[in-house]
T-cell receptor
């Protein structure tokens, strides 16, 4: 299996621009997670989906962030408008899906976002 | 709700042992351990479930004390390849919440 695929791997944009990050989970996995990692805040869970349905988005920092999962093989995380403080590495992870607490999460390589 | 890890950083010589601790203020159902090397994604090490279990993975093992809401990761006879940041992740009883700790940076030197 190819593992979790994320694109782009690097994104540099200017403040105010819209940014879309993409993720393809491992086939057959029922859970999909979006994380943000910064030096200051560590690894934060932003939102996760179960069978394409958002279950918990309490980690989404504000309304500028939105996430969708239109089908089992694709998810997007959108930031509009982007701000310099959004600069971080964004990871997508997927899990086979027995339960959030008890399953291994497989991480993608991440997207390094820089907002100027 | 984020678990607390200690120490924040450890420097070891090859062959030395280390212990990384993870504690939570909330009742836990499970504890996950991941390792992240610089510039890479976190990689799964092991999951421990309630019941006070212990697990081993080569020379890396862990314990989970449900009553104390704590877990410890033991690295024995450390190797250079053990260097990286170790994260614990905690699953709570409502099953809908999962939090990673702030990480422990381990540096193994020759």
């Amino acid at each position: 299996d190819a593992g979790v695929i994320q694109s782009p791997r690097h994104e540099v944009t200017e403040m105010g621009q819209e940014v879309t990050l993409r993720c393809k989970p491992i086939s057959g996995h029922d859970y999909l997670f979006w994380y943000r990692q910064t030096m200051m805040r560590g690894l934060e869970l932003l939102i996760y989906f179960n069978n394409n349905v958002p279950i918990d988005d309490s980690g989404m920092p504000e309304d500028r962030f939105s996430a969708k999962m239109p089908n089992a093989s694709f998810s997007t995380l959108k930031i509009q408008p982007s701000e310099p403080r959004d600069s971080a590495v964004y990871f997508c992870a997927s899990s086979p899906g027995l339960a959030l607490s008890t399953d291994t999460q497989y991480f993608g390589p991440g997207t390094r976002l820089t907002v100027l | 709700q984020q678990p607390v890890q200690s120490p924040q950083a450890v420097i070891l010589r090859e062959g030395e042992d280390a212990v990384i601790n993870c504690s939570s203020s909330k009742a836990l159902y499970s504890v996950h351990w991941y390792r992240q090397k610089h510039g890479e994604a976190p990689v799964f090490l092991m999951i421990l479930l309630k019941g006070g279990e212990q697990k081993g993975h080569d020379k890396i093992s862990a314990s989970f004390n449900e009553k104390k809401q704590q877990s410890s990761l033991y690295l024995t006879a450390s190797q250079l390849s053990y260097s990286g940041t170790y994260f614990c992740g905690t699953g709570q009883y409502n099953f809908n919440k999962f939090y990673f700790g702030s990480g422990t940076k381990l540096n193994v030197k020759p």
